[in-house]
């Protein structure tokens, strides 16, 4: 089962900030959380990863909480080519992806 | 970086014929690889993990003898659906990783296959 839980889905209007939230209450302390999202008929893309410190690159930050039970990706300023299925994950096993439902952000002009 | 390529991308033939898949890393090396099944407006399904030189790993339903794998190099593993039928037809995504168990998987484009 998904480690992981998401809201199915968002709204965010361009050029707002949108907020991901993903809650991983079980996760052990060596786990990563990985965020990848997928575009329509597109395998899904890396967006980025963290362990306890927040991070940030081009595409976007990454929060999580110091808890490490949930954490929040960020993409400062969306636009129309953002529109699509957000997934957080946990690795669960070695290496494996279980892969969640997703969040379906829909980007509005 | 981490590129990875994954051919065909689309692919239509008749029931009972096998297809064959290619994913391939173009800049890394990839020690492990996993292949993927996505039905319309579903998540991604693990189907079995792959190590280069060893079998692969099914998961839980999943069947071995309908869906060969193998990873006979770093840089390449293929997907055969054999004696394909209609309920095969779906998006298959691979992916690779370095076997660093903190990187992250980078995956292919995806390959839809239509069986008629």
């Known amino acids: 089962d998904a480690k992981t839980t998401q809201p199915p889905s968002m709204d965010c209007a361009e050029g707002r900030a949108a907020n991901l939230p993903c809650n991983h209450s079980t996760i052990s302390g060596n786990e990563y959380v990985y965020w990848y999202r997928q575009i329509h008929s597109q395998g899904p893309q890396y967006i980025i990863h963290g362990l306890k410190n927040n991070e940030t690159n081009e595409m976007a930050s990454l929060i999580i909480t110091e808890d490490r039970k949930s954490s929040t990706l960020i993409l400062p300023h969306a636009t129309l080519r953002d529109t699509a299925v957000y997934y957080c994950?946990?690795?669960?096993?070695?290496?494996?992806?279980?892969f969640g439902t997703g969040t379906r952000l829909k980007v509005l002009a | 970086g981490a590129v990875v390529s994954q051919h065909p991308s689309w692919v239509i033939c008749k029931s009972g014929t096998s297809v064959k898949i290619e994913c391939r890393s173009l800049?890394?090396?990839?020690?492990?690889m996993f292949w993927y099944r996505q039905f319309p407006k579903q998540s991604l399904m693990l189907m079995a993990t792959?190590?280069?030189?060893?079998?692969?790993?099914?998961e839980q339903g999943v069947e071995k003898d309908k869906f060969l794998i193998n990873h006979a190099s770093l840089t390449l593993s293929t997907l055969t659906v054999t004696s394909a039928h209609p309920e095969d037809s779906s998006f298959y995504i691979c992916s690779a990783t370095t076997g660093d168990v903190n990187q992250p998987q980078h995956f292919g484009d995806g390959t839809r296959l239509s069986i008629l």
């Open positions: 792959s190590n280069e030189g060893s079998k692969a790993t099914y």
């Open positions: 994950i946990v690795r669960s096993g070695t290496y494996k992806y279980i």
């Open positions: 800049d890394f090396q990839a020690t492990t």
